[in-house]
């Protein structure tokens, strides 16, 4: 079933979480700020042949196409992304189509993302690659913690947390769905979240993370960055 969205000032926001999916002051800024800058994925990505990011919540599909803008300017020739992410409810291609339209300067890459490839589905293929830009999108449809289970340990080297809210949304933030992103997460793997709620600082510490608030993006106070010791 197709999620719903609607618009909130010029935002999508979420009928079935009550929550914008992304910041009304500027949504791809916020993801550069938090997830690019905060994981500080172009220095990282440069150092390894192969490089992996997952995600909790893939949503409308900004934080891969803000990540996927970065890599095409900053990586090594030869090197290989990998991009994982989880969506227990996802927006279909229309929906994420309108939502693109607002960001003229990725209308190449989002319409590369949504072009369907050998399927008649609505919503986005679970796999696709780009040889040519040599990049992998694996999208997981189904809970955070049930696709998290039968993940390899130590396999991501940053992780984007960015589910809704944790008072919207706490099956996203519980100290078991973080547990889990410790143990697939490389050691010496980071991880950023908008988010500074206290039981998510301390589920992240507690599960193997060094972890740090810093500013947080436009008007918000806090946000976290994580370390895998």
């Not at 929550?19 to 172009?42: H, K, P, T």
Request: glycine letters at 6%; charged letters at 25%.
């Amino acid at each position: 079933m197709t999620e719903q969205f609607r618009w909130s000032d010029g935002v999508p926001w979420s009928v079935r979480f009550e929550d914008i999916y992304y910041s009304q002051s500027d949504g791809l800024a916020e993801s550069r700020y938090v997830f690019l800058q905060g994981n500080r994925v172009a220095e990282k990505w440069q150092k390894k042949h192969i490089f992996r990011i997952s995600e909790t919540g893939f949503g409308t599909g900004l934080n891969f196409l803000a990540t996927w803008q970065l890599w095409r300017k900053t990586r090594v020739h030869g090197s290989w992304l990998h991009f994982e992410s989880t969506e227990g409810f996802p927006l279909n291609r229309k929906q994420l189509k309108l939502i693109h339209q607002e960001w003229t300067e990725l209308k190449e890459l989002s319409e590369l993302l949504l072009a369907p490839k050998n399927t008649t589905s609505e919503f986005l293929n679970d796999w696709q690659e780009w040889p040519e830009e040599r990049i992998t999108l694996r999208l997981h449809y189904s809970e955070v913690l049930q696709t998290l289970q039968v993940m390899p340990s130590k396999k991501f080297d940053t992780w984007f947390l960015d589910g809704f809210s944790p008072k919207k949304n706490p099956g996203m933030w519980t100290e078991d769905v973080l547990r889990e992103v410790a143990r697939t997460t490389c050691s010496g793997g980071t991880c950023a979240t908008y988010t500074a709620a206290s039981h998510v600082r301390k589920s992240l510490e507690d599960s193997g993370f060094v972890v740090h608030k810093v500013k947080g993006f436009a008007q918000k106070r806090d946000m976290l960055h994580g370390c895998k010791l």
